[in-house]
C-alpha cells in the first residue's frame, strides 16, 4: 500500500531562499533591528503542501543551528506563530507543526538574539483526517474536503465506476483504472483548487490496477447559484499565421474585460476542444503542452473548464485510447460532471479519433467519427442517475449533434441516427438541458424539443486565424465574428448571448445592401480576380435589386426580426444563403494572395441570414432585431449602404 503523497514529510525539494529582510533606514540614526548575514546554510525545505492533519511534525535540514534558536511562521496580515522545538542539531530541527494554523503559505523564521533569518517558504492547509482505512477489493480511496470539513455525497469517478463520499468525506472504487486517472464531480457551493486556470479536480492513478492507492481532493467553499459561464471553442492555436499574436492581442482582453463587468460574481469558462490542431503537433511545436503554457501567460481571471476535440489527438497514433493519452496526461479526463449552483455540467466526448496510417514519426489521415463509445455512454447514465430530473443540465461536446439541410430542417449530424438517439436518450425526462457544441467554425442553435436544445458555438479562431491574419476583421465561415458564448446563471434561470471579438455586446447582427455586394464584385481588381480563378463561385449576382440581408448571428425560433421602411412593415424571409463579407475577407483575400483558398475554410450557408426586399436604392430602413429574452437590438440603415471589410 503506497502512502498518500500528503503522508511524506521528508519530501527534500530545494528551494531559493527569500531576499534578506532590509532594516529601517528613515534616518541616519536608525538602528539595525537584525542583522543580514545568513545565519545557516545548505537549507533543504520539505516543498509540498502539508495538511495538518496527516503532519504533526516536520525535519528542516541545513548547517549551522544552535542550542538557544527560535523560530516562527510568518504570513502577511497575521502575527508571527512561535514553533514547538521537538529537536535540534547543528544539521537540523524539528518542530511540531501547530494544528490549528490557518490555511496560508508561511515564511519560516530563524531568530537568533538580534539576528533574523528568512529560511523559506511551508504551505499548510487545514483538513479533516485523511487517514483513510482500506477496504477489500477497493483500489482506489480518498477523502473529499473543505479544509476541516468533511464534503459528504460528492461524486468520484475513474470514468466507469461512480460513487460518493460517505459522513466522514471518504471515498473508495473497485477500479480496474482504465482511463489512469480518478476524480471529483464538485459539489454545488464549491470549488476545486486552481493552478494556472486550471481546477484540479483529477489525479493521475501511479499504481498497477491490483494495488489501491489515495486520492484525496480538497475544495474550497464558493457562493457561485448566481454564476457566468463563458463558452469557447476551437482556439487551434498552431503557432502560425500570428494566431498567438492574435490571440494574445484579441481574444485575452476581450475575456478579461467580460470578466471584469460581472464584478465578484464567479465566472467559469468551458472550452469545447480544439484548443490544438494535430496537424501541427510536430510541423511547428506547438502541441497540448504548449497550449497549457499559453493559457498559464495569459492570467485570465477564471477557471477553465476542458474538454477534447478532434483535433486534440496526437497524430502519431492510430485509435482514440492512444491518441487521447497526451490529453490525458495535461488536461486529464475526457469526459467528466461538475456542479455549479443549481446547475449540473457535463463535459463529453465525442470525437472517436481513428486516423488511418498513422505510426511514430509519421502523421496518419486524421480521420475521427462524431459518437460516444460504450464505456463513455454507460458512465453517462450513472452519472445522470444521481441528477434530480428537475435540475437544470448543461452538456458541453466537441462535434455538433444536429444540423440543417438547405430546406432549414432539423438534421442529425452524428455517425448514424442510432448514435444520435443512444445520446438524447439519456436524458429522457429531463425538464431543462443545453447542448454546447463547436467544431463547425459557424453558428446554429436547435431547438430539438421543449426540453432539449443545442447551441452550437462559433469558434473563437474563427476562419483558424486567417481573416485577421490578412487584415480584415476576425469573421467565421457563416459570417459571424469570432467570439464566444455568454451564460449568465441565476439558480435555475439560464440567459445567454453571444460576445464578438472586439465587438460590443449590443451587436448581435450585421446588415448588407445588396446592390452594394453586387457592384463590389463587379468592380474590385480583387474580387474580379478571384472570380476569374474560380468562375463558380458565388458573386451573388443572382440576387436581386434592392435585396437587404440581415445575418443574425445566434438567431433561433424564439427571435423576432422586423424591418420597417418608414411607412409599413416589410415582409422578412429566412434563407440559406452565404455571407459575403466572409467571401471577401477570407476567399477574394486568400487568391489576392497568391494562394487557393482551402475548401473547408470557404463560405458556408447558414440557416440565420434573412432577406428583405426594399421599396428602391435609397430607401431608409429600420431594422428591429428582438432576442428570445426581450432584448431589442436596432440598426437604423441609410442606404445606399457601402460595403466594407469590418464589422459595421
Given at each position: 500500500?503506497?502512502?498518500?503523497?500528503?503522508?511524506?514529510?521528508?519530501?527534500?525539494?530545494?528551494?531559493?531562499?527569500?531576499?534578506?529582510?532590509?532594516?529601517?533606514?528613515?534616518?541616519?540614526?536608525?538602528?539595525?533591528?537584525?542583522?543580514?548575514?545568513?545565519l545557516v546554510t545548505d537549507l533543504y525545505i520539505p516543498g509540498t503542501t502539508f495538511y495538518t492533519s496527516t503532519v504533526s511534525e516536520l525535519t528542516i535540514q541545513g548547517k549551522g543551528f544552535r542550542q538557544g534558536d527560535t523560530f516562527s511562521l510568518r504570513s502577511e496580515g497575521r502575527q508571527d506563530t512561535p514553533l514547538t522545538l521537538k529537536a535540534i542539531d547543528p544539521a537540523y530541527i524539528t518542530f511540531a507543526v501547530p494544528?490549528?494554523?490557518?490555511?496560508d503559505e508561511y515564511t519560516l523564521i530563524l531568530t537568533r538574539g538580534t539576528q533574523e533569518q528568512p529560511l523559506g517558504v511551508l504551505a499548510f492547509r487545514r483538513s479533516i483526517n485523511l487517514d483513510v482505512p482500506d477496504k477489500d477489493l477497493m483500489t482506489i480511496k480518498g477523502a473529499v474536503f473543505c479544509g476541516s470539513t468533511p464534503v459528504v455525497g460528492a461524486v468520484v469517478s475513474d470514468g466507469e465506476e461512480v460513487t460518493t463520499t460517505d459522513d466522514n468525506g471518504y471515498y473508495w472504487l473497485g477500479s480496474r483504472k482504465y482511463h489512469g486517472y480518478v476524480f471529483v464531480s464538485q459539489p454545488s457551493g464549491y470549488d476545486p483548487l486552481t493552478v494556472n486556470s486550471l481546477p484540479q479536480f483529477w489525479q493521475p492513478l501511479t499504481e498497477s490496477q491490483f494495488v489501491c492507492e489515495q486520492h484525496n481532493f480538497e475544495l474550497e467553499k464558493v457562493d457561485n447559484d448566481n454564476?457566468?459561464?463563458?463558452?469557447?471553442?476551437?482556439?487551434?492555436?498552431?503557432?502560425?499565421?500570428?494566431?498567438l499574436k492574435q490571440y494574445k492581442e484579441l481574444f485575452i482582453p476581450d475575456i478579461t474585460q467580460t470578466i471584469e463587468t460581472y464584478g465578484g460574481r464567479p465566472v467559469y469558462t468551458m472550452v469545447l476542444g480544439d484548443m490544438t490542431w494535430d496537424q501541427f503537433w510536430y510541423d511547428t511545436k506547438y502541441n497540448m503542452e504548449s497550449y497549457l503554457k499559453t493559457l498559464a501567460d495569459a492570467k485570465i481571471p477564471s477557471t477553465f473548464y476542458h474538454l477534447p476535440g478532434n483535433h486534440d489527438n496526437d497524430p502519431y497514433y492510430a485509435g482514440d485510447f492512444q491518441a487521447e493519452a497526451a490529453y490525458k496526461k495535461y488536461l486529464g479526463p475526457?469526459?467528466?460532471?461538475?456542479?455549479?449552483g443549481k446547475v449540473h455540467y457535463i463535459a463529453l466526448d465525442n470525437n472517436v479519433y481513428i486516423n488511418n496510417g498513422a505510426s511514430v514519426g509519421t502523421s496518419g489521415d486524421r480521420s475521427f467519427g462524431n459518437y460516444l463509445t460504450q464505456i463513455e455512454l454507460d458512465w453517462l447514465k450513472k452519472d445522470l442517475a444521481l441528477v434530480s430530473k428537475n435540475t437544470p443540465v448543461v452538456v458541453g461536446l466537441h462535434c455538433p449533434v444536429f444540423g440543417f439541410n438547405s430546406s432549414l430542417e432539423i438534421t442529425n449530424a452524428m455517425n448514424s441516427l442510432a448514435?444520435?438517439?443512444?445520446?438524447?436518450?439519456?436524458?429522457?425526462?429531463?425538464?431543462?438541458?443545453?447542448?454546447?457544441?463547436?467544431h463547425t467554425h459557424d453558428t446554429h442553435n436547435t431547438v430539438y424539443s421543449a426540453s432539449i436544445m443545442e447551441h452550437n458555438t462559433p469558434a473563437v479562431c474563427a476562419t483558424w486565424w486567417w481573416t485577421g491574419h490578412y487584415g480584415n476583421g476576425h469573421i467565421s465561415r457563416?459570417?459571424?465574428?469570432?467570439?464566444?458564448?455568454?451564460?449568465?446563471?441565476?439558480?435555475?434561470?439560464?440567459?445567454w448571448h453571444y460576445k464578438g471579438l472586439g465587438l460590443s455586446r449590443e451587436k448581435q447582427f450585421i446588415t448588407y445592401d445588396m446592390n452594394s455586394v453586387k457592384?463590389?464584385?463587379?468592380?474590385?481588381?480583387?474580387?474580379?480576380?478571384?472570380?476569374?480563378a474560380y468562375p463558380t463561385r458565388d458573386d451573388y449576382k443572382d440576387v436581386g435589386s434592392n435585396v437587404v440581408y440581415i445575418n443574425v448571428w445566434n438567431w433561433d425560433p424564439e427571435w423576432t426580426i422586423s424591418v420597417s421602411d418608414g411607412v409599413k412593415e416589410l415582409p422578412v424571409k429566412q434563407i440559406y444563403g452565404l455571407d459575403p463579407l466572409h467571401t471577401v475577407s477570407y476567399e477574394v483575400a486568400r487568391v489576392s494572395d497568391g494562394g487557393s483558398y482551402t475548401a473547408a475554410f470557404a463560405t458556408q450557408p447558414c440557416v440565420h441570414l434573412f432577406a428583405v426586399t426594399a421599396p428602391?436604392?435609397?430607401?431608409?430602413?429600420?431594422?428591429?432585431?428582438?432576442?428570445?429574452f426581450g432584448k431589442t437590438y436596432k440598426e437604423v440603415m441609410s442606404r445606399p449602404k457601402a460595403f466594407a471589410v469590418n464589422m459595421q
Open positions: 500500500m503506497k502512502l498518500n503523497k500528503f503522508f511524506s514529510i521528508r519530501l527534500l525539494c530545494f528551494l531559493l531562499l527569500l531576499p534578506h529582510i532590509t532594516g529601517c533606514k528613515s534616518d541616519d540614526t536608525a538602528q539595525e533591528p537584525f542583522q543580514q548575514e545568513k494544528q490549528e494554523i490557518e490555511t454564476h457566468v459561464m463563458l463558452v469557447t471553442a476551437d482556439i487551434h492555436l498552431a503557432n502560425r499565421v500570428n494566431d475526457t469526459y467528466y460532471s461538475f456542479n455549479l448514435d444520435n438517439e443512444n445520446l438524447i436518450g439519456c436524458f429522457e425526462g429531463f425538464s431543462d438541458v443545453h447542448i454546447l457544441t463547436g457563416d459570417g459571424t465574428p469570432g467570439g464566444y458564448g455568454v451564460y449568465e446563471i441565476d439558480g435555475s434561470d439560464i440567459r457592384n463590389y464584385f463587379r468592380t474590385n481588381q480583387m474580387a474580379v480576380k478571384f472570380l476569374k428602391d436604392a435609397n430607401t431608409t430602413l429600420t431594422v428591429t432585431v428582438t432576442d428570445r
